[in-house]
């Protein structure tokens, strides 16, 4: 790849040149193509909203939470909503890994809550605590107890940093440790720490647990920009970056994760498999690692990316709507059918996003195209009849490799490429997919949000 030994400075706004005509072709493209990618399609419009009564409550207010409130609306008159969340800053995720390689400031993954909830909503600002399906009723942290008709679970994962023997979400930009999913601070921080690594450079290992991940892209997307950030900072020479995998792949989409493989091999990316974080000691600077045999290996580093395992939230995890068996009970994941996202026992239940135990779907694309399907099949219920609408598993994943350049992929539940820009290669990096990431996928994701598409 011509451009990975390029000398540009982290962060900055340069790009691979194109040429006139090229440039001037994927510019009147771009809004075409982000419509296509990102607008979910909506279930046909009724004649007239359906009247109801019903108090519908949303645990949660993300993505999937605030877009399925904003679609109830739409279709249901009279619809009581209430939304149950005790965060006030709504974080685009999405940008967490550009904010964590320097690409963007932290300000552009930063939001408010209560301007991007619909109006009429009732906010309670407190977490869910437990969920009593059986009664209809939720627990708020305080002890306040809410009754509802019909229940939308849209709480997220839990981070189970825990699980990783002395480590420290709070220490996150010092001493090499780095971790971009706790939130924007820990972007930022990342961001440091990957800074003065590069400066001097040394050993870098990036890390992947066993469990369901939201946007399972994101090690991957890290570890292709650290060693563009090396490149750039003219150590790549003497460094050496590491992939860690707790698991015999490092992409659960044979193709993709084959792709990566190799170019990672190009790039003199060395992968270890079924090696899972233990253990870490930050004033050290020593990882243990841990095979399924229960052998134990001691690495140093001079920089570590560390993903933490994830599960669902104790709230729901302890509860009767998680699953009771099978590959997802472990986890504590949302029993929902895959294709209405129904819960399977409890009927008045549904769940959107990250929390959903389904083979594929934790990223801001799933909910794009679920929070219809959601929306539909609970106004569908509502109204006395059977939930129609089916997901399909759709999840996108715009795969970074490089400053300037990126992968579109996009897949469903069987693992399937399914692309839908016809012009773009799911496999083959480009300027227009780096564009695409960078520039126009956060005002699709607030179109979203606000079920405008």
């Given amino acids: 790849m011509a451009h990975d030994e390029a000398k540009m400075a982290p962060g900055s706004a340069t790009t691979p040149s194109v040429n006139r005509r090229r440039w001037l072709g994927l510019a009147a493209a771009a809004p075409a193509a982000g419509?296509?990618?990102?607008?979910?399609?909506?279930?046909?419009?009724?004649?007239?909203?359906?009247?109801?009564?019903?108090?519908?409550?949303?645990?949660?207010?993300?993505?999937?939470?605030?877009?399925?409130?904003?679609?109830?609306?739409?279709?249901?008159?009279?619809v009581k909503?209430?939304?149950?969340?005790?965060?006030?800053?709504?974080?685009?995720?999405?940008?967490?890994?550009?904010?964590?390689?320097?690409?963007?400031?932290?300000?552009?993954?930063?939001?408010r809550n209560a301007e991007l909830q619909p109006a009429g909503v009732q906010w309670v600002r407190e977490m869910?605590?437990?969920?009593?399906?059986?009664?209809?009723?939720?627990?708020?942290?305080?002890?306040?107890?809410?009754?509802?008709?019909?229940?939308?679970?849209?709480?997220?994962?839990?981070?189970?940093?825990?699980?990783?023997?002395?480590?420290?979400?709070?220490?996150?930009?010092?001493?090499?440790?780095?971790?971009?999913?706790?939130?924007?601070?820990?972007?930022?921080?990342?961001?440091?720490?990957?800074?003065?690594?590069?400066?001097?450079?040394?050993?870098?290992?990036?890390?992947?647990?066993?469990?369901?991940?939201?946007?399972?892209?994101?090690?991957?997307?890290?570890?292709?920009?650290?060693?563009?950030?090396?490149?750039?900072?003219?150590?790549?020479?003497?460094?050496?970056v590491q992939f860690m995998s707790a698991l015999g792949n490092v992409f659960g989409v044979k193709a993709v994760n084959d792709n990566v493989l190799e170019r990672w091999q190009r790039l003199g990316i060395a992968v270890e498999t079924t090696q899972k974080l233990s253990a870490i000691d930050i004033g050290r600077r020593l990882a243990t690692f841990t095979s399924p045999e229960g052998e134990k290996s001691e690495r140093p580093y001079d920089f570590v990316h560390v993903v933490p395992p994830m599960r669902a939230p104790d709230a729901v995890k302890n509860s009767a709507l998680a699953w009771q068996d099978g590959p997802f009970a472990a986890g504590g994941w949302l029993e929902v059918d895959k294709g209405t996202l129904q819960h399977r026992r409890f009927a008045n239940v549904f769940g959107v996003g990250d929390i959903n135990g389904t083979p594929r779907g934790k990223t801001a694309a799933t909910v794009k195209k679920s929070a219809p399907v959601v929306a539909g099949n609970l106004a569908a219920v509502i109204a006395g009849q059977t939930p129609a609408l089916d997901f399909d598993?759709?999840?996108?994943?715009?795969?970074?490799?490089?400053?300037?350049?990126?992968?579109?992929?996009?897949?469903?539940?069987?693992?399937?490429?399914?692309?839908?820009?016809?012009?773009?290669?799911?496999?083959?990096d480009s300027w227009f997919a780096w564009l695409m990431k960078v520039g126009m996928l956060k005002p699709a994701y607030m179109a979203v949000l606000k079920g405008r598409v």
Wanted: include cysteine; aromatic fraction near 6%.
């Fill in 81 to 111: 909503i209430t939304i149950v969340d005790a965060k006030e800053e709504h974080n685009y995720q999405p940008g967490y890994t550009l904010v964590a390689t320097g690409v963007w400031p932290v300000a552009k993954v930063r939001e």
């Fill in 393 to 428: 598993g759709y999840t996108s994943c715009p795969m970074i490799t490089r400053e300037g350049s990126a992968m579109l992929i996009e897949f469903d539940y069987e693992g399937r490429l399914t692309p839908t820009l016809p012009f773009i290669e799911p496999l083959q």
């Fill in 128 to 240: 869910v605590a437990g969920f009593e399906p059986e009664a209809n009723t939720v627990v708020t942290a305080s002890g306040r107890r809410i009754g509802y008709d019909f229940l939308v679970v849209a709480t997220g994962v839990h981070l189970d940093y825990a699980q990783i023997e002395g480590m420290d979400v709070k220490a996150i930009g010092r001493e090499g440790l780095a971790s971009v999913y706790p939130g924007p601070q820990a972007a930022t921080a990342t961001w440091a720490a990957m800074q003065a690594f590069a400066e001097k450079g040394g050993q870098a290992l990036m890390t992947l647990p066993a469990t369901p991940l939201k946007c399972a892209g994101a090690p991957l997307k890290m570890t292709f920009m650290l060693r563009d950030r090396l490149a750039r900072a003219g150590t790549l020479e003497r460094s050496k």
């Fill in 35 to 78: 419509s296509a990618l990102l607008a979910a399609p909506a279930p046909a419009p009724a004649a007239a909203r359906t009247k109801t009564q019903a108090h519908v409550l949303i645990a949660g207010s993300g993505l999937g939470g605030i877009a399925v409130a904003h679609r109830l609306q739409s279709l249901l008159d009279g």
